[in-house]
């Protein structure tokens, strides 16, 4: 059975707009996380403070931050912070909630943050510490639970003890991420198991799929039957890693939403609004959304 109620963590701003070849404006920004909170979305990733070099379509993230007001900087709104710099730059932008960003594989660490995985823990460790003493709420993004384009399929105890270290430095919440949407329902199932068996049990878990081959969707309704509530999801299916070969969209909220309408299960999300949100959004990024729901609901 499915869950009464989910949590929808919305990465569009961040997954998403972080892939896109042209440059969105600070305002656009500010105002695409305005409109995905007024169609109901409780928590927005809307940035990140990573080194502008790696990522430059969010070299702007102060200048995001400053455009919001209090609670577009609060605890509902989390950004990604790779190291002790990026978390003083966050400090200082007055966020309420950061999250750090592992790797089960070491191809991925090495090309994503330019450490091994150990290294990367290394990096994390501090910034989870002081995140915490700071009163602020920690999430630990791992990235390829399922498959790595450079090392193939991911055995389940790699990704487990990832998932351990991340939980033992003190996050609050760990997302599983398929980077790279090759994960499908009997895999996500024995992920889960796994990190049961360590004692990381569902209501610590959010899952993140991409969806490159389409299961995106099948993927989180079997986790949500194992009893995850947190759903990690883009507007419009933007998003993508701009160091992961192959990596696509996420799961489009507006494609979880319609699911989870119809299945009577509560989201607080106004499927309406969310759609001319994305429509808004694809008209400033000249390329129409690839979501199956947007497009059937817009006519495009
Ligand atoms: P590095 O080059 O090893 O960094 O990169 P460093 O520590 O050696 O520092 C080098 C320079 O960068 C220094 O400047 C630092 O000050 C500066 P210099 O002294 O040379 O002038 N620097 C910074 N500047 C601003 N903000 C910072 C910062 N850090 C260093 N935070 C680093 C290491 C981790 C910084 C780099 O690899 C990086 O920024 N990586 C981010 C990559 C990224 O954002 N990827 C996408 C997000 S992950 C994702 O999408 C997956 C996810 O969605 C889940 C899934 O789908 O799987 C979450
Ligand atoms: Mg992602």
Redesign the pocket.
């Known amino acids: 059975t499915l869950p009464d109620s989910v949590t929808i963590y919305e990465?569009g701003p961040?997954?998403g707009l972080?892939?896109e070849s042209s440059v969105v404006p600070a305002e656009v920004k500010a105002e695409f996380v305005r409109r995905l909170a007024g169609a109901g979305l409780g928590t927005i990733e809307t940035t990140?403070?990573?080194?502008?070099?790696?990522?430059p379509q969010?070299a702007d993230a102060e200048e995001v931050l400053g455009l919001l007001d209090e609670q577009g900087r609060g605890a509902q709104r989390p950004v990604?912070?790779?190291?002790e710099?990026?978390?003083d730059?966050a400090l200082a932008a007055g966020v309420g909630a950061v999250?750090v960003?592992g790797?089960a594989t070491e191809t991925f660490a090495r090309k994503?943050?330019?450490?091994s995985v150990e290294e990367?823990l290394a990096?994390f460790a501090p910034v989870v510490e002081r995140a915490r003493a700071e009163g602020l709420w920690v999430r630990g993004?791992?990235?390829?639970?399922f498959g790595d384009p450079w090392e193939g399929p991911v055995p389940v105890e790699q990704v487990v003890e990832v998932c351990r270290r991340l939980m033992d430095l003190g996050c609050d919440q760990l997302?599983l991420?398929?980077?790279i949407g090759v994960g499908t329902v009997g895999h996500v199932h024995r992920l889960l198991a796994g990190l049961d068996a360590v004692g990381i049990t569902v209501d610590r878990v959010g899952v993140?799929f991409?969806d490159t081959y389409g299961q995106a969707l099948s993927n989180t309704l079997a986790a949500l039957r194992e009893g995850v509530t947190v759903v990690?999801a883009a507007a419009g299916g933007l998003?993508?890693?701009?160091?992961?070969k192959s990596?696509t969209g996420?799961l489009a909220t507006e494609d979880l939403v319609w699911a989870l309408d119809g299945a009577g299960v509560h989201t607080g999300v106004d499927l309406d609004a969310l759609v001319a949100t994305s429509a808004w959004m694809a008209g400033h990024l000249g390329r129409p959304s690839p979501s199956r729901v947007v497009r059937a609901l817009t006519g495009a």
């Open positions: 990465v961040r997954d972080q892939n990140s403070f990573v080194d502008p070099r790696w990522v969010l990604l912070v790779p190291n710099r990026g978390l730059r999250a960003f790797s994503n943050l330019n450490r990367s990096m993004y791992v990235s390829m639970c997302s991420g398929d980077t993140h991409h990690d998003g993508g890693c701009p160091y992961a990596a996420n």
